[in-house]
């Protein structure tokens, strides 16, 4: 308090060894995660477990995978904030790849799952709403921060298309619109990928409303 620094503080009043034991474990219906009926997806409950998730696997080579995973989807959120158009594109291919087979690579819902697996780590700063109705239309990803000075993100994806065709929908169809009574830098990001040759387009603008 001091500091004026807040954390969670069952983190600091008890070990996550019980929780370590738990992950590596690892067999069938042994597990720490939250199901969302609606949307049949599992995820893990909330930032305090997600923070002494990654605490209790940092270490452990069989988790060395998921720990690259964890900090790739963290350089990606830096890269986006400082609009490096490239680099996400880039990060995306390896994504993309990397979540998908040659079968279904080219299946809008995996590469939205695709999408959402790189942007991982933005859920420790972000609440993260899928195809949200807003405007004339759905946006794709909305990212909504709860902590200060970061910008909310609005994210179009498109295939066989442009990058700036993608930034062109969020505009036209106001997907904005879905963020009025927020105050502050507002990203908009179009993501484009070609179904010939597996690359990823970006395109980020930077607004204030």
């Known amino acids: ?34 199901y969302d009926e609606d949307n049949e997806e599992c995820f893990i ?7 002494e998730w990654i605490n209790s696997i940092e270490d452990e080579a069989d988790y060395k995978e998921i720990m690259e995973m964890v900090n790739g989807s963290r350089e990606l959120l830096e890269r986006t904030l400082h609009c490096d158009e490239e680099y996400v594109a880039s990060a995306l291919d390896k ?9 279904t690579y080219n299946n809008e819902a995996s590469f939205q799952s695709a999408i959402g697996l790189a942007h991982f780590y933005a859920n420790a700063k972000y609440t993260i709403i899928k195809e949200l109705p807003s405007g004339k239309g759905y946006a794709d ?8 000075d970061i910008p909310a993100m609005i994210i179009e994806l498109k295939s066989n298309k442009t990058a700036e065709s993608a930034l062109k929908q969020i505009r ?3 997907y904005d619109d879905l963020l009025q009574h927020y105050h502050g830098a ?7 990928y070609s179904l010939d040759t597996k690359e990823h387009q970006c395109r980020i603008e930077k607004l204030t409303l």
Request: charged share 15%; glycine share 4%; no cysteine.
């Open 45 to 51: 409950p909330n930032k305090e477990i997600r923070s």
């Open 172 to 174: 036209t169809r106001k």
């Open 186 to 192: 507002l990203l908009f990001v179009g993501i484009n």
């Open 1 to 34: 308090m001091q500091n004026h620094k807040y954390s969670s503080y069952w983190a600091k009043t008890a070990s996550y060894e019980s929780l370590k034991l738990f992950i590596l474990m690892n067999f069938e219906g042994l597990g720490y995660l939250s």
């Open 141 to 148: 990803l909305a990212l909504i921060p709860y902590v200060p």
């Open 95 to 103: 994504a993309h790849m990397r979540a998908t087979n040659p079968l």
